[in-house]
């Protein structure tokens, strides 16, 4: 299994503004997940960071508007930008262990509130 | 294009009698298929999982799922809920092989009545 962690757990930001998330994993991961969660709906992945390359985004979602960081194997950043209350959600950071390396885990996740 | 399916966006069970959770996918290759928790103010819990083998799969907390290719479904069932179990269920489809990420369907919030 793996232990993720991320920092804020939760925050209440105003328009206009950024915020960067954090996600660290306590064992060395060769990809990190990001995942939206808007109110009341399913994930939705936003892009995977592999350490040493640019992040891969899905459709719909731009690095301008969701830059990442991947610096080493266990730790990323997620940055919403230019945020509007549309960017309320939960965003979370998944990860594949290396020794379940089918099993993906989640971080807790963190409770964006955009007013 | 993968995509999964829960039918059921709300379903009430009383406590003690059994549950099961509907979960349809579409992929194009062999799915790799997985049930998660997700408890009020909680990350999500992997409840169980099926790459191959044995259709029927054991999970944590006395859950199962029966993976059936025929129909492409893999729901998920308890034999007796707990006020505990209630709690979002989301069910999951990837490719496997730890580089991809998973498409998850849209959950089924699960109460449990007394």
């Known amino acids: 299994s793996a232990v993720i962690s991320q920092k804020p757990s939760r925050d209440i930001c105003q328009r206009g503004t950024s915020l960067t998330i954090q996600c660290q994993v306590d064992s060395q991961v060769t990809m990190m997940f990001w995942y939206r969660q808007q109110p009341g709906q399913s994930l939705t992945l936003i892009a995977t960071?592999?350490?040493?390359?640019?992040?891969?985004?899905e459709s719909g979602f731009v690095i301008d508007k969701f830059p990442i960081s991947r610096p080493n194997l266990t730790f990323s950043t997620l940055t919403v930008s230019n945020m509007s209350p549309e960017d309320s959600s939960i965003y979370l950071c998944s990860v594949y262990p290396r020794e379940s390396y089918n099993e993906q885990f989640f971080g807790p996740g963190t409770r964006l509130t955009v007013l | 294009a993968q995509s999964v399916t829960q039918p059921d966006i709300h379903i009430t069970v009383s406590e003690g009698a059994s549950l099961e959770l509907r979960c349809n996918y579409s992929y194009g290759a062999t799915p790799y298929l997985f049930w998660y928790v997700q408890s009020p103010g909680q990350g999500l819990q992997l409840l169980l999982k099926?790459?191959?083998?044995?259709?029927l799969v054991q999970g944590i907390k006395g859950f199962e799922a029966e993976f059936k290719r025929s129909q492409s479904s893999f729901n998920l069932r308890k034999p007796s809920v707990h006020w505990s179990d209630a709690a979002e269920y989301f069910c999951a489809v990837g490719p496997g092989g730890g580089a991809d990420g998973l498409t998850f369907g849209k959950g089924t919030h699960l109460i449990i009545q007394p």
């Open positions: 099926y790459f191959s083998g044995d259709t």
């Open positions: 960071a592999n350490q040493g390359s640019e992040a891969t985004y």
